[in-house]
C-alpha cells in the first residue's frame, strides 16, 4: 500500500491545529492504524472516548462506536469520516423490534454489546463488548434472569460459558458468519502445527474447532504469548497487521469465507474509512454524529455500568 505522505503531514497539522484525536479500531487499513492516535477493540476504543481531553475525535470505525464516543463525550464534537460506515450486527437490531422483545420478556435484565444503536443502547440495563461479556455477565446475581442482544453467536457462546438463563437475541455480523469450516480444517491440515483462533461472533462449528476463541485484543494477546508460529484467524483481517507488527516472526493466515471467490471476509463498512475522507473531515468538521440529549442520558447509563465494572476487575 502506497501512502501519500503530504496527506499524513495535512492530517497531523489539522489535529494539531484542532486539538483532533483519531480513535481507530483494529479492523481499519493499516495506513489508517498508523496515523491513529489510538487503536483498540470495543472496549478499549470507549474507554479512550471517555477520557480523551481532545475537542474533537474524529472516529476511524463505524457508526455505533462513533455514537458511542458521543454518548461519553456529549460535549465534544465527534466526526466519523463516511456516515454511511454501518454494521450489520447493529442493523440486525431494531428498535421497535427490540422493544417488543423485551416487553414479552417482563423481569429480565438487558444486557447490550455495544455493537448496536444508541437507540438499542437507552434500552438496556448494561453494555458489554467481546472482551468483557463473561465478566459482565458473571457480575450479575446468580439467579437474574437476562436478554442479551444483539449476536446470537456471541451470546450463546457466553451462555455456555455461565450456564446463566439467558434469552438471546437473533442477530449477527455478516463477516463472522461468512467463514468456511471445511476451508479452515483444510488450511490447518496444510499448515502443520497452525492454530485456528476465533472471535466468539463466529458459528458455533468454528468456535468449537478452535484453539483459542477471543476478542480482537483477545486474539492480539494470545498471538503473542503462544509458542505456536502459524495461526488461521477467524476475524475481521484488519487485526492481522498488529498481530504481524507485534509477532513479525510467525505467519498469520486469514479464515477464508464460505464464497470461495474471495481471499478474506472483510467488513466493507470499516473499509470505506480512507485517510483522504480523514482528512477532509478533519478539514471541515464533518460529518458529525450527533444523538438526542435524551437518548443519551438513557444510554449513558448502561455504557458507564459497563466501564465502572471493567475498572473494578482491571480490564
Known sequence: MVVDKNIIMEIEALKKEKNAVILAHYYQTPDIQDIADFVGDSLALSQQAAETSADMIVFAGVKF???????????????????MAGC?????????DFEKFIQENPGRT?????NTTAEIKALSDIACTSSNAR?????LPDDEKL????????????KSLTGRDILVWDGACHVHEQFSLEAILRLKKENEGAKIIAHPECERPVRMVADYIGSTSGLLAFVSKDQGKTFIVATEPGIIYQMK???PEKNFIPAPPKDSTCGCSECSFMKLITLEKIYKSLKF?????TVDASIIERAAVPIKRMLEISAKLGL
Request: charged share 30%.
Open 110 to 114: 438487558v444486557v447490550t454489546y455495544v
Open 285 to 289: 468538521e464533518e460529518p458529525e454524529v
Open 65 to 83: 462506536m462513533a455514537e458511542t464516543a458521543k454518548i461519553l463525550s456529549p460535549r465534544k464534537k465527534v466526526i466519523i469520516p463516511d456516515m
Open 88 to 96: 450489520s450486527l447493529a442493523d440486525s437490531c431494531k428498535k421497535e
Open 147 to 158: 436478554i442479551f442482544c444483539p449476536d446470537r453467536n456471541l451470546g450463546n457462546y457466553i
Open 135 to 139: 465478566q459482565i455477565i458473571e457480575s
Open 245 to 247: 507488527k507485534a509477532q
